[in-house]
């Protein structure tokens, strides 16, 4: 029994044992290089992890003074184009490159600064607007016949071809104006400038129209019959070289004043005769804008222009007055600009006199229908001993109707000369109809008849004139 349970206790101990060996002879046994392995793996991506954040550096480097040297090639080409607009060097070749030392020199394109087109003109002009030139040619053909009494003439004529050149130079506000007549010897008609910074105040100098009387401020080319009437061959004063201010005051004036020359176009005065002149003009029903190129400085709907187009609902109606003051007029020189003063000087017998003249006139345009009413007075008081002034009047009323709007109108004029008692009080008036066609809606291209009736009293003359006159402006 004894030995038995001896043998027991034997079996428990070896048992136990193992139990307790059998872990150990297990970890012996796995080959020895197990946990080394893992050891290295680890290291490795350890080390590609750390490789990998290198490269995402280096790149972001790379990509960094990329940007930088884009954005300094940017600011360069930036000021490069600063100064393209700022200075343009038309005299050096195109897109040459020139090397000099270490610097390099670029050619401005200054082509590119430059706009050309047509718009009611032939223009080019800056992008900086700082020069523009806009380029027209008008001209009118006349064919006429016309008997006096005791001949009668059918002729042919270019009456009119004016070539004129607008614009500014240096400034948007300096603007000039160019006009040369070249029906026959070309001829300065017009050449101004105004400094037009202020358009309520704008100096104005050079040879245009003086602003008196409104029939001579229309443009011939915008007239709805062919020709003025005999009221303003009287007493309109032409053309002289002088200076002036005018401009737009508010919504309801605009004026014009100036001191002339008395000699007429192109023509220097002899003596000190200087003429003065002063035109204003109210416009109750509208707005008027300032004008570089008219000689009385108005644009827009109040323009000097014959005819309603129907443009406005609204009746455009426009009040005007003007004083021209001649003193000590010693008739010395003679132009198309004074023909008619010095021949009624002559007709008197006087040297030298002081002359006053005063015009008034009423525009009214409403839809298609068109009214102008103008009266005119001059007065020759003469510095001679023994001779009466001389007192001459004028009336003009003129209207016209579209038949059908801005295509065919129908007009009529009336105008009468009072000379006064000193030239016997005689008188002569006017009777003329007419008829145009407006090809373009506009006084650009039309066909115009008319037939006049006129009766001089002085001269005993009735003279029955039809006249056709095509005008084309472009």
């Known amino acids: 029994m004894i030995k038995t349970y001896d043998s027991l206790i034997k079996v428990r101990s070896v048992f136990i044992a193992f139990l307790f060996l059998a872990p150990i002879s297990a970890l012996i046994s796995f ?10 793996e680890a290291d490795e991506k350890s080390q590609e992890i750390e490789k990998l954040k290198s490269e995402i550096q ?3 480097e790379e990509q960094q003074k990329q940007i930088e040297e884009l954005q300094k090639r940017i600011e360069e080409l930036e000021t490069e184009t600063k100064k393209e607009k700022e200075y343009v060097e038309p005299s050096k070749p195109p897109t040459e490159e020139v090397e000099k030392g270490t610097a390099k020199t670029y ?31 008008r001209t009118q053909f006349l064919f006429f016949v016309e008997d006096d009494g005791d001949d009668t003439a059918t002729s042919f004529d270019i009456r009119r071809l004016w070539i004129s050149f607008r614009g500014n130079a240096f400034r948007s506000w300096l ?18 400038m105004d400094a037009a910074k ?16 409104r029939e001579e401020l229309t443009d011939p080319f915008n007239l709805q019959l062919v020709d003025n009437s005999i009221v303003n061959r009287e007493f309109s004063l032409g053309r002289h070289i002088g200076v002036g201010l005018g401009g737009v005051v508010s919504r309801f004036i605009t004026y014009g004043v100036g001191v002339f020359n008395s000699a007429g176009r192109n023509t220097i005065n002899e003596n000190s005769n200087l003429l003065y002149v002063g035109r204003v003009m109210l416009t109750p029903t509208g707005e008027p804008r300032y004008s570089s190129v008219n000689p009385f400085p108005i644009a827009g709907q109040y323009a000097y222009s014959q005819g309603s187009f129907g443009d406005t609902e609204t009746p455009l109606i426009a009040l005007s007055a003007a004083v021209a003051f001649l003193p000590g007029y010693k008739p010395v020189n003679d132009s198309p600009d004074n023909t008619i003063i010095n021949a009624r000087l002559a007709s008197l017998g006087v040297q030298e006199a002081d002359i006053f003249q005063f015009s008034a006139d009423l525009s009214v345009k409403y839809r298609i229908f068109s009214l102008e009413a103008e009266y ?16 001459s009047q004028g009336v003009r009323v003129q209207s016209g109707v579209f038949l059908i ?13 009072d000379l006064g008692h000193d030239f016997g009080d005689e008188k002569i008036w006017e009777l003329t109809p007419g008829l145009s066609f407006y090809f373009l809606r506009s006084h650009n291209l039309k066909l115009q008849f008319d037939y006049s ?15 056709a006159q095509l005008t084309v402006s472009f």
């Open 31 to 40: 080959p020895p290089n197990t946990y080394c392995q893992s050891s290295t």
């Open 107 to 137: 050619v401005i394109e200054w082509w590119k600064n430059i706009e050309a087109g047509y718009e009611n003109g032939f223009f080019i002009r800056t992008q900086d607007d700082l020069f523009s030139l806009k380029f027209n040619i």
């Open 58 to 60: 280096r790149i972001k």
């Open 453 to 467: 009736f006129i009766r001089d009293e002085l001269l005993d003359t009735d003279i029955n004139r039809v006249r």
């Open 405 to 417: 709007p801005k295509l065919i109108e129908v007009a009529g004029r009336f105008a009468i000369i």
């Open 376 to 391: 005119d007075l001059r007065n020759i008081n003469p510095n001679q001993v023994g001779i009466d002034s001389a007192l």
């Open 175 to 192: 603007k000039y104006l160019l006009i040369l007549e070249a029906s026959g010897d070309v001829e300065l008609l017009d050449y101004f």
């Open 198 to 213: 202020i358009t309520a105040i704008v100096p104005r100098v050079g040879q245009y129209r003086v602003p008196f009387n």
